[in-house]
């Protein structure tokens, strides 16, 4: 049943949900470090896999896919928010959280990992959907495995999913969620752009060893 207090639980879950600093707190307890003060200054799984290593770094990546899934997939359901626009704004909110926590005065990740997430976990509801987040990752795969940039792989595929939504003739809050996520995405990765530009940005050696 939609209450006004349904409403609010939901989405008050879902941004704390989105806003565990996973890096951050896998940096502390790992290595009693800030990861903010090293490699990117980042608090995502990129990150985390250049300061704490393979095994850590993919522990992140993991979590923070997860804190996409279960506000669309689980949250939804247990709040009784079953509409596709109902999920895709649990979805946001999750995502918002995780960019900007409350737990790290509002600074947070870039959004890839939940974003991903998100669109799993609403992949396992609509399967229409599903081409489309395959076609988004594969795009990201592409430009990463050729230039070995992760900040330009995330926006080329951010740039792909609203196109993919539009032309694969997905709902309205749909293609708004694939729109305001690259909106997201862009946004969060202005540095990135900078460094790409001025051709400063550091490339992921994808088979280094482990640390």
């Not at 470090?33 to 095994?55: E, H, P, Q, W, Y």
């Not at 993919?58 to 896919?65: A, G, K, S």
């Not at 999920?87 to 990992?113: D, E, M, P, S, Y």
């Amino acid at each position: 049943m939609n209450t006004p207090l349904n409403w609010v639980l939901a989405v008050g879950v879902s941004y704390l949900i989105g806003s565990i600093p996973t890096a951050y707190l896998f940096g502390k307890f790992l290595k009693g470090i800030d990861i903010r003060k090293f490699g990117s200054g980042n608090v995502g799984a990129t990150n985390a896999f250049r300061v704490l290593g393979k095994g850590p770094g993919t522990l992140v990546l993991l979590i923070d896919i997860l804190k996409g899934i279960l506000p669309t997939a689980l949250a939804a359901d247990i709040f009784s928010l079953n509409e596709i626009w109902q999920r895709v704004l649990l979805g946001l909110v999750a995502v918002a959280g995780h960019n900007w926590t409350i737990f790290l005065q509002f600074k947070g990740g870039k959004g890839i990992a939940t974003g991903l997430g998100v669109l799993v976990g609403l992949c396992l509801k609509i399967a229409i959907l599903r081409p489309v987040v395959a076609g988004t990752l594969f795009a990201w795969g592409v430009v990463f495995l050729s230039t070995g940039f992760v900040s330009l792989a995330s926006l080329v595929a951010a740039t792909v999913l609203p196109v993919l939504m539009a032309l694969t003739g997905q709902s309205l809050a749909l293609t708004v969620l694939g729109i305001v996520l690259c909106v997201f995405v862009i946004f969060r990765h202005r540095p990135n752009i900078k460094r790409l530009v001025a051709g400063q940005e550091h490339r992921v050696k994808i088979f280094s060893s482990s640390k």
